[in-house]
């Protein structure tokens, strides 16, 4: 039996700590801005005003349309990493990032839709305001999915630019 390092996979640690480092560089820092910019004093405009209730509702739907075309390029991204070449050993531990991704790209993309959807009923019963949850939280939950997809992205990604081709290994060992 060939105990040639690499051969029996990453070890747990490894995983635990990049995400760890995601977590501190990316998402902590991220929170506590939007925490920072939200406790900020604004002032709020008068809910008579059609214009601006029509120019919140163009920004809201561009919103939900930039982070669909993104989580569509995030599904396009794995698919091409998935089908480039695939590797020797390719195991189902080493592929769950990639099918987590596309799972949360997909949710974020469905979010997306009862955004839109939301927003349409909004308009239609005309509502005077956005800060109703049912218009926020498909907002903030396409977003964190398409977020979340990212991270397990770069997981994927990590863990095929770190793999061990086991053909090339053996060649390589002299055995």
């Not at 991204?77 to 089908?83: D, E, P, V, Y």
């Not at 907002?139 to 061990?164: C, I, N, S």
Request: aromatic share 14%; hydrophobic share 50%; charged share 15%.
């Amino acid at each position: 039996m060939n105990t040639t390092k690499g051969m029996f996979g990453r070890p747990k640690i490894v995983t635990i700590g990049f995400y760890i480092v995601l977590f501190v560089v990316v998402i902590a820092p991220m929170v506590l801005f939007t925490y920072y910019i939200d406790t900020r004093p604004y002032v709020v405009v008068s809910l008579s005003d059609p214009v601006a209730l029509g120019k919140a509702a163009d920004t809201y739907a561009g919103m939900v349309s930039l982070l669909t075309s993104l989580a569509t390029g995030l599904l396009a991204a794995m698919g091409w990493f998935l089908t480039k070449s695939p590797k020797q050993g390719d195991r189902a531990r080493d592929l769950w990032p990639a099918v987590a991704g596309a799972l949360c790209a997909c949710l974020s993309i469905i979010f997306g839709y009862v955004g839109a959807e939301n927003l349409e009923w909004a308009l239609e019963n005309a509502i005077g305001t956005l800060e109703l949850p049912k218009l926020q939280w498909p907002r903030w939950l396409q977003f964190y999915t398409l977020l979340l997809g990212v991270f397990f992205f770069a997981d994927f990604v990590r863990r095929d630019w770190t793999k061990v081709n086991l053909h090339e290994d053996q060649t390589n060992s002299g055995t």
